[in-house]
């Protein structure tokens, strides 16, 4: 039987039990008045803080039966009770050439690192670490930017700490080595892949050295940034420098727009190349496919250059596999030849299980500048993370 | 061409090797860096927020299993594996938290962000991505003011008993929808289920931490600091004078007593928030008290039962209001009252014993 709330407020207690009550009050009362001659009492307190959160293992039913060899907390290599994200990548890529008839394999090992410095107010900080040595063969299929081609070389794709600095993320300060704010790789990261953008092809390089602002602003994603010029290491020849930024909204379910410029002295071989682009990039989703789009114009010196990509892509309701076509355009104007360098490429991604990526694709050039012939390159790629 | 293909081979068997040394059952496929923050969602779901805080946990094997004795249905491995719970602030104060789950949809995966409360009711939710067009619908006002509030045995009333259907209690909503629709909202429950199953799971002992920074942060409007007080009954003599005031019992289970001392900036004591479960001629109450520690005076008691009027009666009381009660709750409160004074006042001693 439950009491009401009217049993319990008029629910009278004895006379009796009243005048002991009033009676064990009084004493208590008075011992009360005695308990400060007593020592004083040590209160153990703990104090509780949004900042502690997350530091100490969970208590909960799940943790507690880890106790069998597949324990999420002997394998996964970050530590129980810290906000760190902590994987070792391996990945090994093979390159044909059919029409030169040349191979290349390109391999891959690091670790990729997220860990978010959280305080009583929040989070503060976010670090990405993305370190990896990497092993390229000598050969003219992949390309070859360094001298350590044909031997282990250590190198950062992602290498940043992005610092909160006002509340609702309206502004962050980021440093260190990062992406170019630029085009469809802003919301879509294709770092260890066989699927590419035009960041390479129309910039130059895809990540750089520097500093960026970003948060949101009244619903737009923005980021800002001023970089080194030099592409995945910081080189101080020829002083280079980049200004890039990226305005995206998504005005809707599906859709993503961004607009996005860039200006600089992009270091070359030799010299550096006076280079601005003007962008504009769209993402829209239909059913099981999706529609990406990102043109840029401007110049590189006093050529202009004009630059497209166009991809149809179709995933599995899973999104184990993913299925992609891309058309590429990148056009140049030089005095001697208006040919742009046009093709396409066919993918598809494969996660094979929790560990496993299969990727393959193939490049097929359509057309080239003059001089240049049209290749045809395979790719294959394993990618295991543990 | 030859030295690249035997490098391809022997790579691909350090790869292979590797899989038969590492049985981890949880992996991302998807690089770190791709991981996107649902920043604007969390600000949209709670309004009031001016920042969050993140706790990564591993969702793992054993989490999956425990979904599976809760529900009919459980976790795809590819969902395993460390995931983050987004703690709304206002301030220091946590609103509420934020956990994005994917379930596989018509046209692929249906991310939704789910705002839920420190208790694990429904907030709100916002589809973060999905291909699906009636998410619009789902959205509507409609349908998800109906969400609103919703506790996990509210929730799963609203799909059959497999789980992969609606249920009639649902039915109402989905008047005149077409069958993708209901086929998105089938879809849109068992996310809500999952998340609020597996937040129970993995970030319980968080949760229980949160709950307790709110009640001690929004008791005082100056208060900044909380801390827990591992065993309230400790006081010298203080069992004694219990014995001796209120007999064996009040009703107030006092293994059970949670006691949060409240500080505001400046370190100095405002004050004490105190979660007692109380029972008494059947009645049953989990009792929050809010003793000022200025005048010591009760400036809040709340309860989760329908003895809540008579315990918020003792409102404005001091510890001599009670010299004569008259009521088990009257008693009860002359127990929280005698036990949270000697708390108070052996914060006091201890502070007096440090001062220079």
Not at chain 1, 240 to 245: L, M, Q
Not at chain 1, 348 to 358: G, M, P, Y
Not at chain 2, 24 to 43: G, I, K, S, W
């Amino acid at each position: 039987m439950t009491a009401s709330p009217t049993t319990i407020k008029t629910k009278p207690l004895s006379a009796w039990r009243a005048r002991a009550t009033c009676l064990a009050l009084a004493t208590a009362l008075g011992l009360m008045a005695h308990a400060d001659a007593q020592p004083p009492t040590t209160l153990q307190t703990t104090p509780l803080s949004i900042g502690q959160l997350g530091e100490t293992q969970a208590e909960n039913p799940a943790d507690e039966r880890e106790t069998d060899a597949t324990s999420i907390h002997q394998t996964n290599l970050a530590p129980s009770g810290s906000n760190l994200r902590l994987t070792l990548d391996l990945a090994t890529r093979f390159t044909w050439d059919d029409t030169r008839d040349e191979a290349a394999n390109t391999s891959f090992v690091g670790v990729d690192l997220l860990h978010v410095f959280s305080g009583s107010s929040g989070d503060r900080a976010t670090l990405t670490v993305q370190g990896f040595f990497t092993h390229a063969d000598a050969s003219s299929v992949v390309p070859q930017p360094r001298e350590e081609a044909g031997e282990w070389f250590l190198e950062y794709r992602i290498l940043n700490l992005n610092i909160n600095l006002l509340d609702q993320s309206r502004l962050n300060l980021r440093l260190g080595h990062f992406e170019l704010p630029f085009g469809l790789e802003q919301n879509i990261n294709t770092n260890g892949t066989l699927r590419q953008f035009s960041h390479v092809a129309n910039l130059g390089f895809k990540t750089d050295w520097g500093a960026s602002l970003n948060g949101i602003l009244h619903g737009v994603d923005y980021e800002v940034g001023l970089t080194r010029g030099s592409g995945n290491e910081w080189l101080n020849r020829e002083r280079p420098w980049i200004v890039s930024g990226r305005l995206g909204v998504k005005p809707k379910a599906g859709l993503s727009v961004g607009v996005a410029g860039f200006s600089g002295e992009v270091l070359d071989i030799n010299t550096t190349v006076r280079r601005e682009r003007l962008g504009l990039d769209v993402e829209q989703e239909l059913g099981p496919l999706t529609l990406l789009g990102e043109v840029s114009l401007g110049h590189d010196e006093d050529r202009e250059v004009f630059n497209t990509l166009a991809e149809v892509n179709w995933r599995t309701r899973h999104e184990d596999l993913l299925v992609y076509l891309q058309h590429r355009f990148f056009d140049i104007d030089t005095p001697n030849q208006d040919d742009p360098a046009t093709g396409f490429a066919f993918g598809a991604r494969w996660i094979a299980s929790t560990h496993w990526a299969l990727s393959a694709a193939v490049e097929q050039d359509t057309d080239q500048p003059a001089g240049s012939a049209r290749g045809r390159r395979w790719m294959m790629q394993a990618r295991y993370r543990f | 061409m030859k030295h690249a293909r035997t490098t391809f081979v022997m790579t691909a068997a350090l790869l292979g090797s590797l899989t038969t040394l590492a049985p981890a059952p949880e992996a991302d496929a998807q690089a770190f860096c791709a991981l996107r923050d649902p920043t604007r969602q969390v600000y949209d779901l709670f309004p009031e927020a001016t920042s969050y805080r993140s706790i990564v946990r591993s969702v793992d094997d054993n989490s999956r299993n425990l979904t599976a004795q809760e529900l009919p249905f459980t976790l795809h491995f590819n969902e395993l594996g460390r995931h983050t719970l987004y703690v709304a602030l206002r301030g220091d104060i946590p609103l509420g938290v934020v956990h994005v789950r994917s379930e596989a949809g018509r046209w692929g995966l249906v991310e939704i962000a789910w705002a839920l409360s420190l208790d694990l009711d429904v907030v709100a939710f916002r589809f973060q991505r999905c291909r699906d067009s009636g998410h619009k619908t789902i959205e509507s006002s409609a349908i998800a003011s109906a969400f609103k509030g919703l506790d996990f045995q509210s929730l799963r009333a609203m799909l059959n008993e497999d789980g992969d259907e609606l249920s009639a209690a649902a039915q109402p909503l989905m008047a005149e929808q077409p069958t993708d629709v209901h086929q998105l909202m089938t879809t849109t429950l068992r996310s809500a289920l999952k998340t609020v199953v597996v937040t129970k799971l993995v970030w319980s002992s968080d949760l229980a931490q949160l709950r307790l920074i709110e009640a001690g942060l929004t008791a005082f409007p100056s208060a900044a600091n909380v801390e827990l007080i591992h065993d309230p009954y400790a006081s010298h003599g203080l069992n004694a004078v219990l014995h001796g005031q209120v007999g064996t019992s009040s009703g107030i289970d006092r293994s059970n007593v949670v006691a949060l001392l409240v500080r505001d900036e400046h370190g100095s004591v405002l004050g004490m928030k105190c979660q007692t479960p109380w029972s008494a001629g059947g009645a049953r109450a989990n009792v929050w008290w809010t003793l000022d520690a200025t005048d010591r005076t009760l400036t809040a008691v709340t309860a989760d039962t329908d003895a809540a009027e008579a315990f918020g009666a003792l409102r404005g009381h001091h510890i001599a209001d009670f010299e004569r009660c008259s009521t088990a709750v009257e008693l009860a409160g002359k127990e929280f009252m005698v036990m949270a004074n000697a708390c108070l006042d052996a914060v006091i001693q201890q502070a007096a014993s440090v001062e220079p």
